[in-house]
């Protein structure tokens, strides 16, 4: 585990994204960590791209992440994995949720949603590390949970204890608290 490095969050408006870059912002800025957080909502009211961007080390002086300098991809949804697929290099790991959310275009039959977005990502070397969320998160008992399996996910390769998270998670997630909590853990199991 690097003491530093660059986390991408992507995914489409209410998948929970922007909650998933604050947890882990939090749990890193607990132990004492530096973590600056950037996120372009864009059109996410309609089901549109949203990305978070977020740095960690020593000391951080910017929040965005050049392309070609993610470390991680924590990507919600298939498509949009292949979307910031400029930002990696060669040693990032790819989280990627198995879902799809066919965008506007393949909704209304203009286009088709492409069949081979997961071997896309994998075709490329890259660590890459797919799960079902929502399933998990249906499993554990609240459907809502699924970015906090995504986060569990990328929990393992942070220099963040466990239960740092499960602090933060105690502090920000009022609600369903124990779902949260064992949509988390279950995530750990993906990448531990």
Not at 21 to 41: M, P, Q, R
Not at 62 to 75: E, H, K, R, Y
Request: proline share 6%; charged share 20%; with cysteine.
């Amino acid at each position: 585990m690097k003491p530093s490095g660059n986390i991408l969050f992507c995914g489409v408006g209410g998948q929970g994204i922007l909650l998933a870059s604050e947890i882990t912002a939090f749990a890193l800025l607990e132990c004492g960590l530096d973590a600056k957080k950037s996120e372009v909502h864009g059109m996410a009211q309609r089901g549109g791209s949203v990305v978070a961007h977020l740095r960690y080390g020593k000391k951080v002086y910017s929040p965005l992440i050049d392309p070609g300098q993610a470390d991680f991809l924590v990507a919600f949804e298939t498509m949009e994995a292949v979307r910031y697929l400029p930002f990696l290099h060669k040693d990032s790991r790819v989280i990627v949720n198995t879902q799809q959310i066919a965008p506007p275009a393949v909704a209304t039959g203009k286009m088709v949603y492409p069949p081979d977005i997961l071997s896309q990502l994998t075709s490329r070397n890259l660590a890459v590390y797919p799960l079902d969320g929502f399933s998990i998160a249906r499993a554990v008992g609240e459907i809502r949970t699924a970015n906090l399996v995504l986060v569990g996910a990328l929990s393992t390769f942070l220099p963040v204890d466990e239960e740092i998270f499960l602090e933060v998670l105690k502090k920000k997630i009022p609600r369903k608290l124990d779902e949260n909590i064992a949509a988390f853990k279950e995530g750990r199991k993906i990448t531990a």
